[in-house]
């Protein structure tokens, strides 16, 4: 039984690592993230990441995610993947060279989240997207495990990512990540933590196995399981892809009301809901049928 700290009601509804109620979150909002900002700052500071993203007027900007760091000199954003060294940003994860990550090869049908609609799962778009009207057994999904992310999810059920971040450690070419889709993949799944920090090397991974795919004749679909928190830029870009290989975009909204969003993941909701806005409306009218 939780208990609020701010109104002192008590519920089974009320975290006890959280220590605020909804409901002040939603109406005393100044009071309840701070009381929540200790707790992040104490859980970040495990991993050597920033408990806020950071923004130093005197910072340079680094616009891969919505997030939008301004980075001090000396300081990291809030992924923990790019520095502010000497006046200069260095990425030290997330370009084409070094994209820190795991993979493993996923049997399908697999736990998609979208496995009601995903031509993997299901069949859907065959022939066009799929090798068989049904599951495509015998077939796998390349899953790409980002060890980054834009938000900082309180409960995140894949919270070991943050291992990665901080050790930097391993770390993939998109050029050698490409390379493990033989002729058994059908697909690719971007997934982590999150691929909204490591997008240039996302994309180029993806550009690189789609055209060898093309060569050889056979179906390749890039997907995306994300919180939808990427700059305009490389949204529209991850959802290009996908529309043209018939893959899926999966957005995770955690919360519609902002205050709850940023209890539970330490930043804003709307460069999430903006670019799902903005997908929707460039591609339903395209392509109106799944996937």
């Not at 300081?75 to 370009?95: A, S």
């Not at 920090?197 to 550009?207: F, G, L, R």
């Amino acid at each position: 039984m939780g208990r609020c700290s701010i109104c002192n009601s008590k519920s089974p509804l009320i975290s006890d690592s959280i220590g605020v109620c909804a409901k002040c979150i939603r109406e005393k909002s100044n009071e309840a993230l701070e009381i929540i900002g200790r707790v992040r700052k104490a859980t970040r500071e495990v991993f050597s990441l920033p408990a806020e993203v950071p923004k130093d007027p005197n910072g340079l900007k680094c616009g891969i995610c919505g997030n939008e760091c301004i980075i001090g000199v000396g300081m990291k954003g809030f992924c923990g993947l790019t520095y502010n060294i000497n006046g200069k940003l260095v990425r030290l994860g997330g370009n084409p060279d070094n994209g820190v990550l795991e993979w493993y090869y996923d049997p399908l049908p697999t736990n998609c989240v979208a496995w009601w609609f995903c031509p993997g799962c299901t069949g859907t778009g065959y022939p066009k997207y799929a090798y068989k009207p049904t599951a495509e057994t015998g077939y796998v999904n390349l899953a790409v495990f980002y060890g980054s992310c834009s938000l900082d999810c309180l409960f995140c059920q894949n919270w070991h990512y943050r291992n990665l971040s901080k050790k930097l450690n391993p770390y993939m070419s998109s050029e050698e990540l490409a390379s493990k889709v033989n002729s058994r993949v059908s697909c690719i799944c971007f997934f982590g933590g999150d691929p909204s920090t490591q997008m240039p090397h996302a994309i180029k991974t993806s550009e690189i196995a789609m055209e060898k795919a093309k060569e050889e004749r056979r179906i390749l679909r890039i997907c995306w399981e994300t919180n939808g928190n990427m700059s305009r830029e490389y949204a529209l870009k991850a959802a290009e892809l996908s529309f043209k290989t018939g893959g899926v975009v999966k957005f995770d909204l955690k919360a519609w009301n902002e205050n709850i969003y940023r209890a539970l993941c330490g930043v804003s909701n709307k460069p999430s809901f903006e670019n799902f806005k903005t997908i929707g409306e460039k591609y339903f009218k395209e392509r109106s049928e799944v996937p």
